[in-house]
């Protein structure tokens, strides 16, 4: 059977790992992907280029001249969606901007993805991680030991800046079902930033942050070293959890410390979270690694050792899951991709060419123009998911934050809690940001009553989404082939730690148990210790995953009239957001390793601190280094360094020590204005709390304010997506549990006695 987007056609005009990722994914549903490229342009400017363009086809042309420019409009006169990452101003000067576009196309969806904004001061700076994580707060917001900015190793924007912009264009494309008509689509990397901090960039006057190091600031939520100097992070993220761990390892006293007091909570306030964690860091430095694993898994305690990436490709779990290919390529040999990170069991995704080889190669099949669309209605926009109903079962993050996806894209989400609610709700303000946009029933699923409630939404539904571990579903009854004998149309999609397979199936997998286990934390600490990532890199890239495979099978479902079954779990997108560093070849260039509190790669690519805050200095060409020796007022240096030698300079070396000398005295606006004179990429590295002021963002409508019935008013990320005809956003605020029980119930038909006998037997709860 063919793919979910076999009848799509999309034209591939970007050049950055957003575009390229983001039209992989339909090509891995069966689209047909034109990439666009400048004559003699590489087939492989970096290597991660070797799967993000996979299944697609090339075509040459020179957009500069009349005749190619005129051949990509004929391009886009047959096309569905297309794709471009340019700086603003720069397609409306080539007339491929989307007003152009729309005209020639009503029925195209026209997707641009700027690498940081679309308007304002720091729109136009060129695409560089180091400046869109210094300019959105994130560089403040990971965990370090001192109090400084930290540079990820890994492109972290990037690949959320795809996933995203694949969810917003599969959005799009699903309202075009409704109104004919294509739209603009805006996804910038401000958006990606939204999607991956929507629980980090959250703000309340009521709330006081707390710095933490890189080793985790909770003592139950943290890495350890053991007696062998080997790391492991103790996932021990809920109560329960942590009672097993103090058990298993003989420090139930921990609870008993002056200020603690046998309260949870009380782990989360210094200086009583200092003290356990000294307590527990003697108590692993007792014995290696390996046998506190041991007493750890024999008690159900979650918890992953710190591994290498390149081991964790080959280790049983990846391939289980199917996420190492081996293929041969005809000019690189023996390679290795990663493999197909959600599973439709109806409809797969599947690989059927790479880069390079001969059917990259082949002309695209001719397609007569789309036809015109209807001209636009006079009614309300609508939303772009608008009709679509997802019960949301999910708990944390991996599994409900993909349902706050589509909410933000329009899907009427329907949380439903156990009476109890989410047991992530005491995690207070990263719990609302992950939440945002639904409405919450709590029922009791383990009665029968409430079972009943559950399977009549069920029924008036179009997608079931949940994180149990295995065999739950099985166990309360809600698995697919259940569901879908009452709802042959339903769309079920499950989220797990590790897959269905594999010696690690069973186990919980909490966040940060796969960035150790995955090499993440490793690669991020380099030759010093692991880091923990504050951005919950796994769980936002699994949530995204799963919405964008829940889209898929909507997409599949008008084509066949049935529901399907979508599997992703963590262990994939540890693979996928580390997709450039793990595709492999003999010769490719080694991926890049970090280090503690890590500035950046290189002396004139790195965070420095100027008189009265931080900057990013993103220099890339050698004509950048001449501008900054006259910027900083010291042209000498440009006698004492090649510029191509001042690139690669290290970041910890002379040459960076000389600019930070320079910089350290000048006020930051100075410093970023002169060097902005010389044309080199340069932006402050934003505090946590300058980004709810910063007048950039609010320009960009970052943020928006939202009443919480526990904290009052809350700054928090607005959106991940701007369409040109539809309006997205998130339609209500995180709900307190039970919030809209009997609201919802009367929706799907209750009659308020029968609602009222639910609450009064306890199988309801309305809030």
């Known amino acids: 059977m063919s793919g979910p987007f076999a009848d799509i056609r999309i034209i591939d005009c970007s050049k950055g790992l957003a575009g390229a990722m983001a039209t992989m994914l339909f090509a891995d549903f069966d689209a047909e992907v034109i990439n666009v490229a400048a004559p003699g342009e590489p087939w492989l400017p970096a290597p991660g280029y070797l799967m993000w363009d996979r299944n697609k086809n090339r075509v040459e042309l020179d957009l500069h001249t009349y005749e190619g420019a005129h051949q990509l409009r004929d391009l886009l006169a047959t096309a569905d969606v297309a794709v471009f990452?340019?700086?603003?101003?720069?397609?409306?000067?080539?007339?491929?901007?989307?007003?152009?576009?729309?005209?020639?196309?009503?029925?195209?969806?026209?997707?641009?993805?700027?690498p940081h904004g679309s308007t304002g001061r720091w729109s136009h700076l060129p695409p560089d991680e180091l400046l869109i994580t210094g300019l959105s707060g994130m560089a403040f917001m990971q965990f370090s030991f001192e109090d400084q900015p930290v540079a990820l190793v890994t492109p972290q924007v990037g690949y959320a800046h795809a996933t995203i912009a694949a969810n917003a264009i599969a959005a799009a494309l699903w309202e075009r079902h409704t109104s004919g008509l294509g739209q603009a689509l805006t996804v910038t990397g401000l958006h990606a930033v939204a999607s991956i901090e929507c629980g980090g960039a959250v703000n309340t006057s009521e709330v006081v942050r707390i710095g933490r190091n890189s080793r985790g600031g909770v003592p139950h939520y943290r890495l350890?070293?053991?007696?062998?100097?080997?790391?492991?992070?103790?996932?021990?993220?809920?109560?329960?959890?942590?009672?097993?761990?103090?058990?298993?390892?003989?420090?139930?006293?921990?609870?008993?410390?002056?200020?603690?007091?046998?309260?949870?909570?009380?782990?989360?306030?210094?200086?009583?979270?200092?003290?356990?964690?000294?307590?527990?860091?003697?108590?692993?430095?007792?014995?290696?690694?390996?046998?506190?694993?041991?007493?750890?898994?024999?008690?159900?305690?979650?918890?992953?050792?710190?591994?290498?990436?390149?081991?964790?490709?080959?280790?049983e779990t990846v391939a289980a899951n199917e996420m190492r290919l081996?293929?041969?390529?005809?000019?690189?040999?023996?390679?290795?991709?990663?493999?197909?990170?959600?599973?439709?069991?109806?409809?797969?995704?599947?690989?059927?060419?790479?880069?390079?080889?001969?059917?990259?190669?082949?002309?695209?099949?001719?397609?007569?123009?789309?036809?015109?669309?209807?001209?636009?209605?006079?009614?309300?926009?609508?939303?772009?998911?608008?009709?679509?109903?997802?019960?949301?079962?999910?708990?944390?993050?991996?599994?409900?934050?993909?349902?706050?996806?589509?909410?933000?894209?329009?899907?009427?989400?329907?949380?439903?809690?156990?009476?109890?609610?989410?047991?992530?709700?005491?995690?207070?303000?990263?719990?609302?940001?992950?939440?945002?946009?639904?409405r919450s029933l709590a029922l009791d699923m383990k009665s029968a009553q409430g079972r009943a409630v559950f399977l009549e939404l069920v029924r008036q539904s179009d997608v079931v989404l949940d994180n149990f571990r295995l065999g739950v579903r099985e166990r309360l009854g809600i698995d697919y082939a259940s569901l879908s004998a009452l709802n042959p149309r339903i769309i079920t999609c499950s989220v797990t730690g590790y897959g269905p397979k594999g010696r690690l199936a069973s186990d919980p997998g909490f966040d940060p148990l796969l960035q150790a286990r995955s090499g993440m934390m490793h690669a991020q600490g380099g030759g010093d210790e692991p880091v923990f990532h504050q951005v919950a890199v796994n769980d936002t890239a699994t949530a995204m995953a799963a919405a964008f495979g829940i889209q898929a099978a909507l997409h599949a479902r008008e084509r066949t009239g049935r529901g399907q079954e979508v599997h992703t779990c963590l262990a994939n997108q540890t693979i996928l957001f580390q997709s450039g560093e793990l595709t492999w070849y003999e010769g490719r260039p080694a991926a890049p390793l970090g280090g503690r509190d890590w500035l950046g790669s290189s002396a004139l690519h790195r965070y420095y601190r100027c008189a009265d805050g931080w900057l990013a200095l993103a220099a890339q060409e050698p004509a950048h280094f001449h501008e900054v020796c006259a910027a900083l007022g010291h042209t000498e240096w440009a006698g004492r360094y090649v510029a191509e030698q001042a690139l690669e300079a290290p970041p910890e070396g002379e040459l960076a020590t000389l600019i930070a000398e320079a910089l350290v005295s000048l006020p930051r606006e100075e410093a970023i204005g002169r060097l902005l004179a010389g044309g080199v990429p340069v932006a402050p590295a934003l505090r946590t709390e300058e980004i709810f002021t910063d007048p950039w963002l609010n320009q960009e409508g970052f943020f928006w304010d939202v009443p919480d019935r526990?904290?009052?008013?809350?700054?928090?990320?607005?959106?991940?997506?701007?369409?040109?005809?539809?309006?997205?956003?998130?339609?209500?605020?995180?709900?307190?549990?039970g919030e809209h029980s009997s609201e919802l119930l009367r929706e799907f038909g209750f009659s308020d006695d029968r609602i009222a006998a639910l609450i009064a037997s306890g199988a309801v709860i309305q809030s």
């Not at 097993?244 to 200020?259: Q, R, V």
């Not at 123009?369 to 209605?377: G, H, I, L, Q």
Request: proline residues 12%.
């Open 85 to 114: 990452d340019t700086l603003p101003g720069e397609l409306e000067r080539l007339g491929f901007d989307a007003t152009t576009c729309l005209a020639a196309n009503p029925g195209l969806v026209h997707a641009w993805l700027p």
């Open 224 to 315: 350890y070293r053991c007696a062998d100097d080997k790391w492991f992070f103790l996932g021990s993220l809920t109560a329960p959890f942590f009672l097993k761990a103090l058990e298993a390892i003989d420090c139930l006293d921990i609870l008993t410390l002056e200020g603690i007091d046998g309260e949870f909570a009380n782990l989360f306030r210094p200086p009583h979270a200092d003290t356990a964690m000294e307590r527990l860091e003697a108590r692993f430095a007792e014995k290696p690694r390996e046998e506190w694993l041991r007493i750890l898994h024999e008690a159900g305690v979650p918890r992953g050792p710190v591994g290498i990436r390149e081991e964790w490709f080959r280790d």
């Open 326 to 438: 081996e293929l041969d390529h005809p000019e690189l040999g023996r390679v290795e991709v990663p493999g197909l990170p959600v599973r439709l069991e109806d409809t797969p995704a599947r690989l059927r060419w790479l880069p390079g080889t001969p059917e990259s190669q082949a002309p695209a099949p001719a397609r007569a123009a789309t036809p015109s669309a209807p001209p636009p209605s006079a009614a309300a926009p609508r939303r772009p998911l608008e009709g679509v109903c997802i019960i949301d079962v999910g708990a944390f993050i991996a599994g409900t934050f993909a349902p706050t996806v589509l909410a933000n894209f329009g899907a009427d989400v329907i949380k439903v809690e156990p009476i109890a609610g989410d047991p992530f709700r005491p995690y207070g303000l990263i719990f609302l940001g992950h939440n945002l946009g639904k």
């Open 710 to 737: 526990q904290f009052g008013l809350v700054t928090a990320p607005r959106t991940f997506a701007e369409f040109g005809r539809s309006t997205g956003g998130f339609p209500h605020p995180a709900p307190a549990c």
